[in-house]
């Protein structure tokens, strides 16, 4: 079976991107990478930033696309994250 949302549209930095789903907020392990959700009524952009476990500065700095906002939810898939390491 052919999975279409296991299948990167973007890429930043070296990082593979997709438009992510809006639930559960937070960060969810999904086929192939993390769904990240974020909810926020203010906000007019959104980063996600990536610690490695036991590190003070970040690894990844990545802005969600603005095409990833539905509303008030921002949300992207980050494909092959070594989420066992990450903060």
Do not use: Q, W
């Not at 949302?5 to 937070?26: I, M």
């Not at 007019?44 to 008030?72: H, M, Q, W, Y």
């Amino acid at each position: 079976m052919f999975r279409i949302d296991t299948h990167p549209t973007h890429e930043k930095d070296g990082f593979k991107l997709r438009v992510g789903r809006p639930l559960p907020f937070g960060a969810t392990l999904v086929p192939e990478g993390v769904n990240f959700s974020i909810f926020s009524r203010e906000a007019t952009s959104c980063e996600l930033v990536l610690f490695k476990k036991d590190e003070d500065k970040p690894f990844a700095i990545i802005p969600f696309p603005a095409e990833f906002r539905s509303g008030n939810v921002y949300t992207m898939v980050v494909f092959d994250l070594d989420f066992e390491n990450i903060d």
